[in-house]
């Protein structure tokens, strides 16, 4: 099942609907709020940057973690769907963990929450991954190439077949926005330089994009042929262009160029139904 922050900006509008209109149709009846969530949270043993949650909740038919400034078991920060997950915090402070849950048949929606401290900053060994897309361990920005075939688009893995864009074929909005990578926080950063091209809303520049700020990435295994690891991004957070991810395989890497694969995510919510090839330089 695939959650995205549309998923959350849904739960929150149908509690606000019923929360805040008390109106009564004839004939309609409403099931009954559901209880707060309920989960157990506990530091792992053997790392003090993780934290082992466990939901205890029952009848939910669907639950989501809001794990922000957190990555979850599977690489994706921010939000996890499992319902035993561990969460590992790479900078110290203090987060909120929030369960949420929605019911079937029921009237709204329910969360609990959580706090946890984090007292240091994690240890992150610095391997050739880390310092080729970090700049040596420190921090690295990224751009699209303006070289022939630097956006590829086809139905299948590393694929031109439908698109490939030819030299200096950038839209000016494309050409300067990069994307930014630190090591010691892992934290992303998107950088628009005042606008960007949207995919969603037409292909075209906008001048109000509503960029993404506290953004963490995962550099996890692929698991796959085309790369040893990829990149991944919360939901709603892309690079180089707005219908692909959240998941970058990372199929070559450089201090000059990184190429990475990432599956089509279409704007209206629906299957991906092909791949992006992606071409970058430091910025």
């Known amino acids: 099942m695939k959650f995205s922050y549309k998923s959350i900006f849904f739960f929150f509008a149908v509690l606000a609907i019923v929360a ?14 559901p ?14 940057n993780k934290i082992i949650i466990t939901n205890t909740s029952e009848g939910f038919s ?78 690295r920005c990224w751009r699209l190439s303006s070289a022939a075939g630097s956006i590829q688009v086809g139905p299948t893995e590393l694929s031109g077949e439908w698109y490939s864009s030819p030299a200096d074929g950038l839209d000016p909005s494309q050409e300067n926005d990069s994307w930014c990578f630190g090591f010691d926080d892992l934290g992303w950063t998107y950088v628009n330089n005042g606008d960007t091209f949207s995919a969603c809303s037409g ?23 085309f ?27 450089s201090d000059t160029e990184m190429v990475l694969l990432a599956p089509i995510d279409p704007c209206d919510g629906s299957a991906s139904n092909g791949w992006f090839t992606l071409t970058f330089i430091p910025a």
């Open 20 to 33: 805040c209109d008390p109106r009564e149709e004839e004939g309609i009846v409403l099931g009954s709020l």
């Open 62 to 139: 669907e639950i989501i973690w809001d794990i922000t400034g957190g990555i979850g078991t599977s690489g994706t920060p921010n939000q996890s769907t499992l319902e035993h997950d561990t969460v590992f915090y790479p900078s110290m402070g203090t987060y909120d963990i929030t369960l949420h849950g929605i019911k079937a048949g029921g009237n709204g929606t329910s969360f609990s929450t959580q706090t946890v401290n984090i007292a240091e900053d994690a240890t992150i060994e610095c391997d050739d991954s880390y310092s080729n897309l970090t700049n040596g361990c420190t921090n």
């Open 203 to 225: 292909f075209i520049p906008l001048t109000d994009y509503p960029v993404p700020t506290g953004v963490n990435y995962a550099l996890v295994p692929s698991g796959t042929s």
């Open 227 to 253: 790369s040893d690891f990829q990149i991944n991004l919360p939901d709603g957070v892309w690079m180089g262009v707005e219908d692909s991810g959240p998941t970058y395989q990372i199929v070559s890497i």
């Open 35 to 48: 209880e707060p969530t309920s989960f157990t949270m506990s530091v792992d043993p053997d790392n003090a």
